[in-house]
């Protein structure tokens, strides 16, 4: 059974930063692709960055150059480093996973049960 528990979410001001984490149990994490959503209040959910299992990463535009997306194979974790954080940030950010690449990861319904961020102005 999979299982992705996120943490390090919380209340930031603008400016500042947080790292999200991601453990993920019952898969075989190194080949699975690994990606992490947000949603905001009355907004569809939407990528926010991506990781196949050789570490190539893709980015939404609204996040490029302040978000780093990496993971960590033995520890079975994805992390989200969020710096330079916006009051637009503010969403309940999710992990996801599916074994293969992104495409994989795009069908999945393997998800966390997200962690809130909020961005104070």
């Known amino acids: 059974q999979v299982q992705l528990v996120e943490s390090g979410g919380g209340l930031v001001q603008a400016g500042g930063s947080l790292r999200l984490s991601c453990a993920a149990s019952?898969?075989?994490?190194?080949?699975?692709?690994m990606g992490w959503y947000r949603q905001a209040p009355g907004k569809q959910r939407e990528l926010v960055a991506a990781i196949t299992s050789g570490a190539s990463t893709v980015y939404a535009d609204s996040v490029k150059g302040r978000f780093t997306i990496s993971r960590d194979n033995v520890k079975n974790k994805v992390y989200l480093q969020m710096n330079s954080l916006k009051p637009e940030d503010t969403a309940v950010y999710y992990c996801?996973?599916?074994?293969?690449?992104?495409?994989?990861?795009?069908?999945?319904?393997?998800w966390g049960q997200g962690t809130q961020v909020t961005v104070s102005s």
């Open positions: 996801k996973t599916a074994p293969g690449g992104l495409t994989s990861l795009w069908q999945s319904d393997y």
């Open positions: 019952g898969t075989i994490f190194s080949i699975n692709a």
